[in-house]
């Protein structure tokens, strides 16, 4: 069985530099998505942007990096229960970004795309997540909520 190379010459300590709980501009750099995953008797695609703090204006924080806590886009599917009222965070994120002209309400909700959100200056709240692992430790990490939208993404020319 050949199990491949594996390698980690980064610096062994970076992964202690954590952006404390607050709120923080940062621009949307990358996103995590998840799709048909179950909840129970639900469906959903999860998606998890992944947020640079503005070294501008947060320069204590240069290179730091948050991912979002998910952003559930429940969905109509056979053998799973479906209630629409469940997207209202997902309605709410993309009202926020823009991604739909005229706001949500009434509409089909779009699929995700990273092209949608790159780019885009946005205030978050970064707060902890707690929990504790099958090995009865607990971990704890920082995740943020985008709560406004601040710049779109810059022209790229």
Same mark, same amino acid.
């Given at each position: ?16 530099? /954590?952006? =404390? ?27 998890? =942007? ?14 730091? @990096?948050?991912?979002?806590?998910? *952003? ?37 909700? =779009? @699929? ?11 205030? *978050? ?16 990490? =920082?995740?943020?909520? /985008? ?11």
């Amino acid at each position: 069985m050949d199990t491949g190379d594996a390698y980690y010459s980064g610096d062994p300590f970076d992964f202690q530099k /954590t952006v =404390p709980a607050g709120r923080y501009t940062a621009i949307v750099r990358d996103m995590e998505v998840n799709k048909d995953v179950q909840f129970g008797q639900y469906i959903a695609d999860v998606f998890k =942007p992944e947020y640079e703090i503005d070294a501008k204006e947060h320069p204590e924080y240069i290179d730091c @990096f948050v991912r979002d806590n998910g *952003i559930f886009r429940y969905k109509q599917s056979q053998g799973f229960v479906y209630e629409q009222k469940k997207n209202w965070g997902f309605a709410k994120f993309v009202s926020i970004m823009r991604v739909i002209d005229g706001g949500v309400k009434g509409k089909q909700l =779009p @699929f995700l795309h990273l092209s949608d959100i790159k780019d885009v200056t946005v205030l *978050i709240d970064v707060f902890k997540k707690k929990f504790v692992n099958d090995l009865d430790s607990e971990i704890h990490y =920082p995740v943020a909520r /985008t709560i406004q939208f601040v710049k779109e993404a810059p022209v790229p020319f």
